[in-house]
């Protein structure tokens, strides 16, 4: 059986990865458990009908980052940084970080953005990294601008800064009840709070999030036509810090899988790019998407971005077009082996097994 040919070759804690890399913590059959249970893979199905398998880990890439934050006169919290955010939400990942290590809601955060001339090198967003690298420099400056509050309104109220917390915007003295605002703190520091969070980092992460992720598709054995009834992906993963975007870059990466598999196809005539546009290189729309049933189960016990958190960008896609090739083999008897599986190339190959 697949599945369980699969879980055999499985990589599991403390394993060496096929091409050398260490994996610390993974949680691999956990996934693979629950995108069978979600997608029904076991249970008999209607004739013409498929259904496949396909699992990916990603370890994200390391990077460099910065980070700042500024407490103004009015108390007021401003972030600073150079990254720019290509659509996945980190600069969101960069205020929700910061607004956790000072208690102040995200929404009363400003967030500017600048060029890279105010660092001496920032190394951008790619590889999954983001969330790892500006992650944790954003977990720096919040923590850093914390112990600034802790150590001036112990001065001002003169009491050890470790005996000091947050509280709703306050510095909050417990035992004596008193307490100060961000803007009291600045005043008497006599100047903004102003701090760097920096992170760098060259090596690979050795915590590994997966996906395991099904296809179910019918193929009508006349045309070829390919039909996607059902899509599962069942990830694990460390901590996730904003639910909603991580959930959209699973549906992202799964319709960006979708279309890798089925439609999209660059063509070439005399080495001419002949799909010029979108009307001939076909992207998967709102009519092209089945039910897609998900599961998130944060399990992996360590991660290197911060409170633990792993990648989701790049292992939500990986997997898809192997699924949908798979369930289309499954389904018909025959394998296409380049993509997209299209139509056609099903047509012709079943006409080919039985010619």
Known sequence: ???????????????????????????????????????????????NVGRGLSFSEWSPSGGEGNVFVTIEEDGHVKVITPVVDQGAGVLTVIVEVVGQELQVPAADIELKQVDSTIVPSDGGVGGSRATRVYGNASYEAGVKAREELFAFAAQSLEVDPKELELDKGMVLHRASKRKMNFAEVVKFKGAPIYVRGYYKSTEKSHDASVSAQIAEVHVDPETGQVTLRNMVSAHTTGKVINPLMHQGQIDGGVVFGLGFALTEEVMFDNGKVTTSNFGEFKIPNIMDIPPLKTDVMENVPAGPGPYNSLAIGEVANTPTAAAVANAVADACGVRITDLPVTSEKVYRALKARHA
């Not at 096929?18 to 693979?32: F, Q, T, V, Y």
């Open 1 to 47: 059986m697949i599945a369980e040919f699969k879980r055999k070759n499985m990589l599991h804690d403390g394993d060496e990865t096929p091409i050398g890399g260490h994996i610390s913590h993974i949680r691999g059959k956990e996934a693979l458990d629950k995108a069978i249970q979600l997608a029904g893979y076991n249970k008999s199905k209607p004739k």
